[in-house]
């Protein structure tokens, strides 16, 4: 009984996860991560459908760890998502400040 009772607080969570996508995306990295996400399956596919069009629309991401996170989530459920042209700066170079990220980069290599 105790059990059921978790799982709904956790999926109440999930169907509660705000405008935030970093926090949306780092929740449900956590339930992943746990190897409980069997029983969120609509709960998570609502929310990475939801953030995908937000996802896609920003133009520049200012955190790498976002940005590798979402790319790796999204990759992960099947959705098309092309990051790379973000971490480019106008002259087609990788941008200087993401060699200084180290946990963007390991997420990035993760992913």
């Known amino acids: 009984m105790e059990h059921a ?3 709904e607080e956790v999926r109440s969570v999930l169907k509660e996860v ?8 780092l929740m449900i990295d956590a339930v992943q991560r746990l190897g409980i996400d069997y029983h969120f399956h609509g709960e998570i596919e609502a929310v990475l459908e939801r953030l995908y069009t937000k996802f896609n629309m920003s133009d520049c991401h200012n955190d790498l760890y976002e940005l ?3 790319f790796r989530l999204l990759r992960q459920e099947g959705y ?4 790379f042209n ?3 700066d106008k002259e087609g170079k990788v941008q200087g400040k993401i ?3 180290i946990e963007g980069l390991m997420s990035l290599y993760e992913a």
Do not use: I, P, R
């Open 86 to 88: 973000n971490l480019k």
């Open 99 to 101: 060699s200084q990220d």
């Open 5 to 7: 009772k978790k799982v």
């Open 68 to 70: 590798a996170l979402g």
């Open 80 to 83: 098309y998502v092309n990051v």
């Open 18 to 25: 705000g405008e935030d996508t970093l926090k949306a995306f």
